[in-house]
């Protein structure tokens, strides 16, 4: 699975397709294990997330591991999705509030899969 952080204002949709699809050509996306580092550089302290659940075998674009973007050196690639991500991808949306600091951690309810 891998995931993709938004404001709850922005889902449910037919299809996502956030800004970053025309601007970047792709869509940001991320893993458990590295879902907290984009939250924490450019969300932090918002109470109104989801966390969706993507379902890579149920995308019909392509999708491509890479460094992020931007790049943090030596840093860990994260999945980015060349096309829109139909709602049909989407397996679960999640409530993604930040902690008592402002910082984000993993939801319970991904965290013990």
């Known amino acids: 699975m891998i995931l993709h952080i938004l404001p709850e204002s922005d889902w449910p949709v037919a299809e996502l397709r956030p800004a970053s699809l025309a601007t970047e050509g792709f ?26 659940e993507i379902d890579p075998a149920k995308l019909d674009v392509a999708l491509r591991w ?28 999640h409530p993604f509030p930040p902690n008592s600091d402002g910082t984000f951690t993993l939801p319970e309810s991904l965290a013990h899969r």
């Open 66 to 93: 890479e460094p992020g973007s931007p790049p943090i050196p030596d840093g860990p690639w994260f999945p980015h999705v060349y096309g829109p991500i139909p709602a049909a991808a989407v397996v679960a949306a």
């Open 27 to 52: 869509i940001h996306c991320s893993d458990p294990g590295t879902a907290h580092l984009p939250a924490n550089r450019l969300f932090r302290g918002r109470a109104d997330l989801l966390l969706l």
